[in-house]
């Protein structure tokens, strides 16, 4: 449906989040290998990011307390220490690239980059989106009582948002693009510019995540606070699902994850949605309560579980069909 045919743009939106709430078929997805990625010491980890070459990104729980940043690749879970000199502290990655480039917060929420042994520093506190193979990063940075959204590339640091109001960044493509949220409304920002994404007068909304092909996903509200999922395609249009729900990715196939109030994360391929809660490789390992974080191009989903110990878990869900090294 066209933006431009809405006469009641708020009702429309409306009506089809509660046409989408009624029961959706479940999507014929291949088989899946799925990955308890461990700890580092801790009871807890919890993954926040994945790459296409298989760079896991996130956080754990250490010994005797604490959480420090990892990264995990090919069964093996690094830590990625504090990143505050003297050892102390916590820290967690956030964003992960195919080189296995991690950015994420450290110490008292200072923005680092960690790349092999090293670590960079950004020069500001705040929250990391994103990093895409170029290097670029965008996240968000407190800026008096506000936040900011930035774009960090080749060294610098530039504000993207709006003068004078809240904004975060909270994803980028291949190709520079970058989405998130500025005074409650999704964006794209390309060449230099800041596209409101059209959400209906009286709704909110937020973009969290673009594929290398524009195509973006997020989180808009009906006008009343009730949250739905969403696919700007040129359109912001809802996706299938219930209509308390939020998309957070999307590959370069157009698989979409997202995550529902009580019944938690699901991933959509054409259209059709599976509940992870519902796959039978999760339930062998007694988990619960997948809530997906990232997919990659490959169909690979991180996030996290539950498990029978109740203790939250960093998970890789690896669809076998397309294989896994």
């Not at 009871?43 to 420090?68: E, I, K, L, R, W």
């Not at 994420?104 to 193979?133: F, H, M, P, Q």
Request: glycine fraction near 16%; include cysteine; charge should be negative.
């Amino acid at each position: 449906m066209q933006a431009s045919r809405w006469r009641n743009p708020l009702a429309a939106w409306a009506a089809l989040l509660l046409a989408l709430a009624a029961p959706v078929a479940a999507a014929a997805v291949p088989r899946w290998t799925v990955v308890d990625l461990g700890t580092l010491g801790g009871p807890g980890s919890y993954a926040t990011a994945v790459s296409d070459t298989g760079f896991v990104a996130g956080c754990s729980d250490v010994m005797p307390q604490g959480v420090h940043a990892f990264l995990y690749y090919q069964g093996v879970m690094r830590d990625l220490g504090s990143a505050t000199g003297d050892g102390g502290g916590n820290s967690c990655a956030l964003a992960v690239n195919d080189a296995g480039v991690a950015a994420g917060r450290a110490g008292n929420g200072d923005l680092v980059v960690w790349s092999g042994e090293s670590v960079t520093r950004l020069g500001v506190k705040g929250n990391i989106g994103a990093i895409n193979d170029a290097g670029a990063i965008v996240g968000s940075h407190p800026d008096g009582a506000r936040t900011v959204a930035f774009l960090y590339r080749d060294g610098a640091l530039v504000d993207i948002g709006r003068p004078s109001v809240a904004s975060e960044a909270t994803a980028i493509n291949a190709g520079g693009e970058v989405v998130g949220a500025s005074d409650g409304r999704a964006f794209v920002y390309r060449d230099g510019t800041l596209q409101d994404l059209g959400t209906p007068a009286g709704a909110s909304s937020i973009a969290k995540g673009i594929n290398d092909r524009g195509e973006i996903v997020g989180m808009a509200s009906d006008g009343h606070g009730v949250p739905g999922a969403f696919l700007f395609d040129g359109t912001l249009r809802p996706l299938p699902g219930t209509s308390d729900s939020a998309a957070v990715d999307i590959n370069n196939r157009a698989e979409i994850i997202g995550s529902a109030e009580g019944s938690f994360g699901y991933v959509v391929v054409r259209d059709a949605l599976t509940r992870l809660d519902t796959l039978p490789e999760v339930r062998a390992l007694g988990l619960h309560r997948v809530e997906p974080k990232a997919i990659n191009n490959r169909g690979w989903i991180a996030g996290t579980a539950v498990n029978a110990r109740g203790d939250t878990r960093a998970v890789l869900l690896i669809p076998r069909a397309r294989g896994a090294s």
